[in-house]
């Protein structure tokens, strides 16, 4: 016989929600899906939905990903952000959901399946959140701050990256994540020279015109030192430009 809840516990429905980011037409772009069921049917919203029983958090999340945008390959990087549960945030009752935060290469467009009615890369620029369902512009907004603090000392803005890529490739995740434009040389520098963030393959690019640029792979190293700190870091009475 199973164990039973104490009494006065009711049992919560529990969902995941993602905030995958990429980079497409050189702008920071999240995946949204419109809704095609109540509530909020017709509203965008970050795909997401219910966990299944005996599922575990991260498999519900990348499920939910294949099954509302056609999207089958589990992103380069994946991590719990946060637990959202306050009363009223689900029309549909108490409601706690788990956010993933997710980071990908370029990826191709996602098709719209089971309780969405559209899905599309959003560029985060043009992107209203007001309109979202749910809590989802706090979810975002979250997920957004998340990856900008983590690519200061982690080696998480490679997952942006092809698996083979520059120094100016690796510099532009950085300033569209940041929102604000960085130093090449000093860039370079900083990267180049921060054991086992990146490993050159001896390889280099074959340019129509221009000078080839060496190519990198992610080196081995997962806390970065010293850390990649956001200009506005370095020099807190300076404002951060806005995202170019």
Same mark, same amino acid.
């Given at each position: 016989?199973?164990?039973? =809840?104490?009494? +006065? ?32 049917? +017709? ?44 009363? +009223? ?11 993933? =935060? ?14 969405? %009615? ?18 989802? %512009?706090?979810? =975002? ?13 982690? %080696? ?22 940041? +929102? ?26 074959? &340019? ?6 060496? =190519?990198?792979?992610?080196?081995? %190293? ?13 020099? &807190? ?8």
């Amino acid at each position: 016989m199973s164990p039973s =809840l104490p009494d +006065g516990v009711v049992p919560v429905p529990l969902s995941v929600d993602l905030v995958l980011l990429t980079v497409r037409d050189d702008q920071l772009a999240v995946l949204l899906v419109r809704r095609g069921i109540d509530p909020y049917r +017709g509203r965008w919203a970050l795909p997401g939905g219910f966990v299944r029983p005996g599922e575990d958090l991260a498999d519900a999340a990348v499920r939910e990903l294949a099954e509302e945008t056609g999207l089958r390959h589990r992103p380069a990087h994946l991590e719990q952000l946060a637990t959202y549960g306050t009363p +009223g945030r689900d029309p549909r009752g108490h409601v706690v959901t788990v956010a993933f =935060l997710a980071l990908a290469p370029q990826s191709r467009a996602p098709v719209a399946g089971t309780d969405a %009615a559209a899905s599309r890369w959003a560029p985060l620029r043009d992107t209203s959140t007001a309109e979202l369902a749910f809590d989802h %512009a706090a979810i =975002l907004a979250d997920g957004l701050e998340r990856a900008r603090s983590k690519i200061e000392y982690s %080696a998480v803005a490679t997952a942006f990256c092809e698996p083979e890529f520059t120094v100016a490739d690796l510099r532009r995740i950085y300033e569209l994540v940041w +929102g604000c434009r960085l130093d090449p040389r000093n860039f370079h520098r900083k990267v180049t020279g921060t054991a086992g963030f990146l490993l050159p393959t001896g390889r280099f690019t074959t &340019p129509d015109s221009g000078r080839p640029a060496e =190519l990198y792979r992610r080196g081995e %190293a997962g806390v970065l030192h010293p850390a990649m700190l956001r200009p506005a870091r370095e020099h &807190p009475e300076q404002k951060r430009p806005e995202q170019s």
